[in-house]
């Protein structure tokens, strides 16, 4: 990160520091031709006339440089009508620099002259004599550059070294500020540490705002994780337990001695009853807790899905099976989950009421993430109001007749409450049970 911010910063630095050169040699040339272009005008004004009232530079001139040999400023004046003209300061020296110009026109350059670089203004102007005569004139005034490039070399060194010595101080503000950035996510890396050693349970540290998302989001994730395991602990201590029973009903048998026919009604019997408690401590270990980083499950497919599987299942029996899920209605978690949900449901009014199921959900609130409410009823006989609690409890079963050991609704209520939601039941309008489930919007809140 901080390489990065280093090259960043250079080369940032380095086009400011380019940009402020630059800005700074045109700002120096640009003075540059002012001066340049005054001398013209003093010279100009200083012009007086011949006999003939043509121009003639005076002895004498308002800048004392002009008389001063070698002294950095230099003029040379010519004329069409074969007059000359030119300052006592290029005595010894050549006029090289000298380039006529049209009347009107000016031409900067930079011209190296006698070993020395010099800056150059040619400029041209027409003068009328007294006989009307328009006499052509180029004004050539020169000035030594070496000081200006020194003065912008030394502008350049001072630049630059300002510049470093701020990349150096912004690079050590920077890293300061990186690594007390950095401190909260050290902090975590060391409660995660802890929690690794078992020296901790969850990431309780005092964050800023700016990490509690992802504080919440590992405890969530550290939570169901233990929550799975718990489950498949309880789930196997139960397992164990329920086998107790039926293993004994059938050593009893095998040591009673029982004919072989009633041996094997009784094997098959308890064999029966030994997958349905496994069937059903599997999908109570597999039941997930809620978890707010599970993704959205479409309702709609896996409602058609296993309606078109109960058609065929109870093709005997026609049943008419009616979907009316919301086109938005998703489920925020597992689809085993919602698969276990809507099967045990769906299954339990198919096989209960005549001839009509109805099957609805939608999601409960608008949103990102919003919560899911879903409900089945059938047109059977329904559930008394004062047996709703029993009907939710494991291995309780109304009817007798049909065949099931009574878990599906428990491992229902199981799936939903570790959502956070709950489930009622109540009379539908087709005149049977209405079992309806509402699942909260996920939040983190709770971890």
């Given at each position: 990160?901080l ?6 910063l250079a080369?940032?630095?380095?086009v400011a520091g ?10 120096a040339?640009t003075a540059l031709?002012e001066?340049?272009?005054g001398h013209?005008y003093?010279l100009?004004?200083a ?10 530079l005076?002895s004498?001139l308002?800048?004392?440089?002009f008389?001063?040999p070698?002294?950095g400023l230099?003029a040379?004046?010519v004329?069409s009508?074969?007059?000359?003209w ?7 020296r050549?006029?090289?620099?000298l ?12 011209v190296a ?6 800056y ?13 005569v ?5 004004l050539?005034?020169a ?7 020194a ?15 701020l990349a150096?101080a912004?690079l ?10 950095l ?6 890396e060391?409660d995660?540490?802890r ?6 349970e969850?990431?309780e ?7 509690q ?19 498949y602990?309880?789930?196997?201590g139960?397992?164990a337990?329920s ?6 009903i059938?050593?009893n048998?095998a ?12 094997v098959?019997?308890q ?15 597999a039941?997930?807790?809620?978890v707010a ?11 058609d ?12 029996k026609?049943v ?18 919602l ?5 045990n ?5 198919c096989k209960y ?8 959900a ?14 089945v ?6 559930i008394?109001p004062?047996?709703?609690e029993?009907?939710l409890q494991?291995g309780?079963?109304?009817d ?15 799936i939903?409450?570790a959502y956070?939601g709950?489930?009622?039941i109540?009379r539908?309008?087709?005149?049977g049970?209405?079992v309806?489930?509402e699942?909260p919007?996920p939040?983190l809140?709770?971890f």
């Amino acid at each position: 990160m901080l390489a990065v911010s280093f090259v960043v910063l250079a080369g940032f630095l380095g086009v400011a520091g380019v940009a402020l050169d630059q800005a700074f040699r045109r700002s120096a040339e640009t003075a540059l031709r002012e001066r340049l272009m005054g001398h013209v005008y003093a010279l100009l004004a200083a012009a007086d006339e011949d006999a003939r009232g043509r121009m003639v530079l005076p002895s004498a001139l308002p800048d004392p440089r002009f008389a001063n040999p070698d002294s950095g400023l230099y003029a040379v004046v010519v004329g069409s009508d074969g007059y000359r003209w030119q300052s006592p300061s290029l005595t010894g020296r050549s006029a090289d620099f000298l380039d006529p110009q049209p009347p009107g026109q000016r031409r900067y350059s930079r011209v190296a002259s006698d070993g020395q670089t010099l800056y150059v203004l040619n400029y041209g102007v027409s003068w009328e004599d007294d006989f009307g005569v328009q006499v052509r004139y180029t004004l050539a005034v020169a000035l030594d550059f070496e000081p200006v490039a020194a003065e912008m070399a030394a502008f350049r060194a001072s630049l630059w070294r300002w510049l470093g010595g701020l990349a150096v101080a912004l690079l050590l503000v920077q890293g300061l500020i990186v690594r007390w950035g950095l401190r909260p996510l050290r902090s975590v890396e060391q409660d995660l540490q802890r929690i690794e050693s078992g020296e901790a349970e969850r990431l309780e540290g005092a964050y800023p705002r700016e990490l509690q998302g992802l504080t919440r989001s590992l405890n969530a994730l550290i939570r169901s994780s233990r929550s799975s395991r718990e489950r498949y602990r309880n789930s196997l201590g139960n397992l164990a337990h329920s086998m107790k029973t039926p293993l004994a009903i059938l050593r009893n048998a095998a040591e009673s001695g029982a004919r072989s026919g009633e041996l094997r009604a009784v094997v098959l019997e308890q064999v029966l009853r030994m997958d349905e408690i496994v069937q059903h401590q599997l999908r109570r270990a597999a039941a997930s807790a809620q978890v707010a980083l599970g993704r959205a499950v479409a309702v709609a497919p896996v409602a058609d899905r296993i309606a078109r599987s109960l058609a065929r299942v109870y093709a005997d029996k026609p049943v008419d099976i009616a979907l009316e899920v919301q086109d938005g209605a998703r489920f925020f978690g597992d689809e085993g989950d919602l698969m276990e949900i809507l099967g045990n449901l769906m299954e339990n009014a198919c096989k209960y009421g005549r001839h009509r199921v109805r099957v609805g959900a939608h999601a409960l609130q608008a949103g990102r993430r919003p919560g899911l409410r879903l409900w089945v009823e059938d047109d059977g006989a329904g559930i008394e109001p004062h047996r709703h609690e029993e009907v939710l409890q494991r291995g309780r079963r109304l009817d007798e007749q049909q065949p099931g050991q009574g878990i599906g609704l428990s491992v229902v209520r199981e799936i939903v409450e570790a959502y956070q939601g709950r489930i009622r039941i109540s009379r539908g309008a087709l005149g049977g049970a209405r079992v309806e489930v509402e699942i909260p919007p996920p939040s983190l809140s709770q971890f």
